[in-house]
């Protein structure tokens, strides 16, 4: 594992943002599971998990690929990579290797994966069409991309609207392009990877109407309790309009009639030409 510094998110990569982000894995889970077995992942591959985070997605992929094949965690953060070894070594799962580096430097392997996961990646660098020609080079022939990305992050709302929502909403965005990202990626990338040699073969568009009985519903409710004080931080919320999102999130919780959106995503799956 190649040492640096560890570098802060935008969303942090504390204790809360961790735990914040293994309930997000588990609410996502079956959707990606899904999308790995269309694409063909299975016994033997090797995979790179892009951007891996704290390594929920490696872990499941490590189980599915076994001993015969190798998970490769690329991850920018020590700290989120320090929780996946620990993790992996727990369960004794030897085939992930972790890369400590930025993506969009010189850390990729070359022309070695059979597939990349890319989960919420491209929506937080600078370059996204350095990445995807940076992704296209660690593919083999024929290897493909797995992608699930933000199309429309606005379409996060509660029906019927509240305003306090629709603030932080709108103040995560800001965040987000401040810091060099673009939390609507997906749209260009219909157009972006068969620049870069990539053929779609599968694209869904998914968005959910949830209550507060459904499992879903903790995810948006947990980015909302953790994420308000950071806005805070970050100078795009006041302190008041943060606590204002907090109570109306936790008014609707305890409303059983009450409804839901989530941001809409995109599943894609684009492989390189053989």
């Not at 992942?41 to 872990?59: E, T, W, Y």
């Not at 972006?192 to 109407?209: R, T």
């Amino acid at each position: 594992m190649n040492k640096m510094p560890d570098r802060d998110y935008v969303l942090g990569t504390h204790d809360a943002e961790i735990e914040r982000l293994g309930l997000q894995h588990q609410v996502w889970r079956r959707a990606a599971l899904s999308l790995w077995e269309r694409a063909g992942v299975s016994r033997g591959s090797v995979v790179i998990d892009s951007g891996a985070g704290p390594g929920f997605a490696s872990l499941d992929l490590a189980e599915i690929t076994g001993d015969e094949g190798r998970v490769i965690a690329m991850e920018r953060s020590e700290r989120f990579l320090g929780h996946l070894k620990k993790e992996a070594t727990r369960r004794g799962l030897t085939q992930i290797q972790l890369i400590e580096g930025d993506l969009s430097c010189d850390v990729w392997p070359q022309g070695l994966a059979d597939f990349i996961w890319c989960r919420w990646v491209l929506a937080f660098v600078n370059d996204p069409a350095d990445i995807v020609a940076k992704m296209a080079r660690a593919l083999k022939p024929g290897g493909a991309i797995m992608i699930q990305e933000y199309s429309n992050y606005r379409t996060w709302q509660f029906a019927p609207h509240a305003p306090e929502l629709d603030r932080f909403v709108d103040a995560v965005v800001t965040t987000w392009r401040a810091s060099g990202g673009e939390p609507d990626i997906a749209l260009e990338l219909p157009a972006l990877l068969p620049a870069h040699g990539f053929a779609i073969e599968h694209v869904e568009a998914i968005q959910f109407a949830i209550r507060p009985r459904d499992f879903m519903w903790q995810w948006p409710a947990r980015f909302v309790a953790v994420n308000a004080s950071r806005q805070v931080e970050l100078g795009s919320m006041t302190r008041a309009e943060a606590e204002a999102a907090v109570r109306v999130m936790e008014e609707r919780s305890k409303d059983p009639s009450a409804v839901m959106l989530t941001p809409t995503v995109l599943h894609i799956i684009a492989r390189k030409s053989g």
